[in-house]
Antibody, heavy 125, light 107 residues
């Protein structure tokens, strides 16, 4: 079945780095734009970053620009988020998410119909 | 970035009640709006896309309406499994944004 599975979360000190991974299965990963979305404990959802199907177009939220890097490996059906210079306010559950439509069917911007289970990132000394 | 303001931030309702949640965008977003349901410890679940289209498998008691800047999610008859937090999300611009959420609690 269609599935996204995140990994790589954990406890890291302020200023540290972490790399998150998202393994996709059950669909043609290379046909979809992908996003990372996060949720701080007890808070709402915040979109973090977006990457086009080929990786040629990338956008970031202002809160992570210059510190986080999104990438993908279509041969491995995997999405990544490299997080550097981490701050306490980056503490959150990080979800990867797939839009409802593939790159051939609609706009790159769309609602997300497939979400991973999330991976927790805690930034604390 | 486009801001989304949801109201109310929380509400108490009984099983069988009709519930309405609103989402207002800081600028026009046409119909590029989605609604999600999230239960504790779980990922969000898509309910409505394109402002009023019901996602496959979602019960018909959920409906969405609106365009431009004002949107509404309605649950026609609240069921026990509907107690959760609901979020709107706009996808009119590449800077995707979510509303602050509405927690629906049992009265």
């Amino acid at each position: 079945q269609v599935q996204l599975v995140e990994s790589g979360g954990g406890l890291v000190k302020p200023g540290g780095s972490l790399r998150l991974s998202c393994a996709a299965s059950g669909f043609t990963f290379s046909d979809y734009y992908m996003s990372w979305i996060r949720q701080a404990p007890g808070k709402g959802l915040e979109w973090v970053s977006y990457i086009s199907s080929s990786g040629s177009t990338i956008y970031y939220a202002d809160s992570v620009k210059g510190r986080f890097t999104i990438s993908r490996d279509n041969a491995k059906n995997s999405l990544y988020l490299q997080m550097n210079s981490l701050r306490a306010e980056d503490t959150a559950v990080y979800y990867c998410a797939r839009p409802r439509l593939d790159m051939f069917s609609g706009s790159p911007n769309d609602a997300f119909d497939i979400w991973g289970q999330g991976t927790m990132v805690t930034v604390s000394s | 970035a486009i801001q989304l303001t949801q109201s109310p931030s929380s509400l108490s309702a009984s099983v069988g009640d009709r519930v309405t949640i609103t989402c207002r965008a800081s600028q026009g977003i046409s119909s590029a709006l989605a609604w999600y349901q999230q239960k504790p410890g779980k990922a969000p679940k898509l309910l409505i896309y394109d402002a009023s289209s019901l996602e496959s498998g979602v019960p018909s008691r959920f409906s969405g309406s609106g365009s431009g800047t004002d949107f509404t999610l309605t649950i026609s008859s609240l069921q026990p499994e509907d107690f959760a937090t609901y979020y709107c999300q706009q996808f009119n611009s590449y800077q995707l944004t979510f509303g602050g959420g509405t927690k629906v609690e049992i009265k």
